[in-house]
Each structure stands twice: as structure tokens, then as C-alpha cells.
């Protein structure tokens, strides 16, 4: 009868070990998963944006480390990270996100890039 209670007793510690090993990776799982949405909203959730006039057009240079692309409105020339394609008289404006990443964006198309300077 002992040995059956000692049994039962050693049974039920390794279910509550499970349980809470069960309950720690759902906590960590549920921190990580809102750290990732947290990340994600800053990146994408723009706070401001300007118009920086009309696409005159956009010079691709390829650079040894990273592309660019010069793109002049007629309102001035901004420096972009990698390839920008918008069609010429397009709306350009400059929008600033959460994170503060300043990004240059065709404003018909939403498609924008980052700016580098």
C-alpha cells in the first residue's frame, strides 16, 4: 500500500514537472511571438509623411557593397537603398515610420525604398 502511494505520489510530481515545462514554453512562445509583432508594427506603422514633388527620374548606380538609386523630383535629388521604379510625373513623398527609418515612396503606388540620406 506504501509502495502504491509512493508510486502515485512520484507520478503525479512528474505530471506537475510536465505542466510546468509546458506552461514555461507557452510564455516564452507567446513573449516571442508578441516581441516579433511589437518589431513588425514599428517597422511598418508610418507616423509622418511629405511631399517631395514629382519623379523627374532615378539613376541606378551599383555600388561594390550595396546598390542605390539617385532619385531627383523637382524638389531635389534623395539618395535610396537599392532599385526605386516609379513611373516619371509620379508623386514622391518621404515618409517617417514608428522606428524612425525615413523611406522614399512612390505615393500612387506605395512602393517605397529606404533613404540613405
Known amino acids: 500500500m506504501n509502495q502504491q502511494i509512493a508510486d502515485e505520489k512520484c507520478l503525479l510530481r512528474d505530471r506537475m514537472k510536465m505542466v510546468s515545462a509546458f506552461l514555461m ?3 516564452f512562445l507567446g513573449a516571442f511571438i508578441w516581441f516579433v509583432v ?8 508610418v507616423v509622418s509623411s511629405e511631399s ?3 519623379l523627374q ?6 555600388g561594390v557593397v550595396s546598390d542605390s538609386t539617385a532619385v531627383r523630383t ?21 515618409r517617417t515610420m514608428k522606428n524612425e ?3 522614399l515612396c512612390d505615393a ?10
Open 108 to 117: 500612387t503606388t506605395n512602393v517605397c525604398k529606404l533613404l540613405l540620406n
Open 38 to 45: 511589437f518589431l513588425v508594427d514599428r517597422k511598418n506603422t
Open 74 to 94: 523637382d524638389k531635389g535629388t534623395f539618395l535610396v537603398g537599392g532599385i526605386f521604379q516609379a513611373m516619371t510625373g509620379q508623386p514622391i513623398e518621404i
Open 52 to 54: 517631395v514633388g514629382n
Open 25 to 27: 514554453m507557452a510564455a
Open 101 to 103: 527609418d525615413r523611406r
Open 57 to 62: 527620374d532615378a539613376t541606378f548606380h551599383r
